[in-house]
């Protein structure tokens, strides 16, 4: 029973921190790798680390190539604009449906996350920036309690942050505007539709950014 639950152990948590690698753009398009090299930056050994890769190329995340070598998929703009669909259809939903369950205690660490993105932001720090942009959004959307709705959000937060860390280190982001404090600020107001819109603004104003970038196959 005990050597059941340490290789589920070691699989979760080669899963988590290979899925951390990919949402916050330490794998980019373009770059294949071993599943030997893998298995070494996590420091775990290949067979844990053949079945992440086999649950995160089902995901759509990576793909396995035929020398034993995983790379991220590079994106498309038909791949890239049903991405872009399906985040403005299913995010805001997420978020109006967490907004019931967001106490002042949340609404409180989402404005601390949000200090810190903006500096990451205005230092170009574009792993900080990921990191707490991904905080943000899934700080609201776990509220939601809807375990089905998250797994296709995150599905698809895996497939795009690659894309998008690579058009950081193209264009850096300074040329984003904050938009997580008027949802915040939505929150304080217990103001739906203002909420939601802000969330809406949020993904359109990312995504436009990104599409425009020139670098799209």
């Not at 951390?20 to 050994?45: C, D, H, N, Q």
């Amino acid at each position: 029973m005990n050597q059941v639950s340490n290789t589920l152990t070691v699989n979760e948590s080669t899963y988590r921190a290979l899925k951390e690698k990919i949402l916050f753009g330490e794998m980019l398009p373009g770059r294949p790798v071993t599943l030997r090299g893998l298995a070494e930056s996590l420091g775990v050994s290949p067979t844990p680390v053949r079945e992440t890769v086999r649950r995160l190329t089902a995901e759509r995340a990576l793909n396995l190539q035929d020398n034993r070598r995983v790379s991220i998929p590079e994106m498309t703009a038909k791949r890239f604009q049903e991405i872009r669909h399906a985040r403005l259809i299913l995010e805001p939903e997420l978020a109006t449906l967490a907004m019931i369950n967001i106490d002042k205690k949340t609404i409180k660490r989402l404005i601390d996350i949000d200090i810190k993105t903006d500096l990451a932001l205005y230092k170009n720090d574009f792993s900080g920036y990921m990191r707490g942009n991904y905080d943000f959004h899934f700080t609201i959307y776990r509220r939601a309690n809807n375990d089905v709705l998250l797994s296709l959000v995150e599905s698809l937060w895996l497939q795009f942050a690659p894309y998008m860390r690579q058009v950081y280190n193209h264009l850096g982001t300074t040329a984003l505007d904050d938009q997580h404090r008027m949802a915040t600020k939505a929150l304080e107001n217990r103001d739906s539709i203002a909420f939601k819109n802000a969330i809406m603004e949020d993904l359109q104003q990312g995504m436009t950014f990104i599409g425009a970038s020139n670098t799209l196959l």
